[in-house]
């Protein structure tokens, strides 16, 4: 009886022993070992992912929602390109400024053309022969959105000067209408508009006298 239960002892523990063994190789593979998926896999050197092919050493695929990639340390990758950042290509993160030079002559109204959807920082600066303040304004759709005055300057002309916000939309008719008799050549006058991706209303409190 004793060498019967020994007998059916030693390949249970057998079987244990190997089992065990293979989940601890299946949960941690280390120095040297075969990388196990779905595991933690730690080693003292640099694992390199070599081909002798066109494509790829390595891909990486995920679902959509999740990233392909994830990194622990902030350190520099060098010469690791990416092709856009948060969705927007190079040209998206560059400044978008538009500048319309303002002819002299007694033309004092013009349409803003190839202006795109936006809110716009706009920045004016015309010279107009008047001798007392005048006033520019760029209207939308007809209706001022920025007004601007400036007051004269030497008795020979004044210069309307200053920015504001602009916004627009598709369709927009964006116009710039000066309250003068000509706008004069030197200084030179014109107007730019530079693209603002974000605006966040601020608050004011009132202080105590």
Known sequence: MHHAVKTRILPVLAGAAV?????????????GHPLTLGAKNTESRTTTVATSGK????SLQSSRKSPSLAVSSSALVARLNA????GKHATDLQTQ???????AGTQLSYTLNGLTPGTYLATLDVALADTTSSQCELDRNGTASATFFGANRDGAFSVVSGSGL???AAGDTVQLQCDATEVVGNPSSSVTLVRLDHVTTGTLTADTP
């Open 19 to 31: 089992v065990v063994a293979g989940l601890n190789v299946a949960s941690y593979a280390a120095n």
């Open 166 to 168: 602009l916004t627009t």
């Open 83 to 86: 092709d856009q950042v948060d």
């Open 97 to 103: 400024a538009t500048t319309w030079t303002i002819p």
């Open 55 to 58: 494509g790829a050493a390595l």
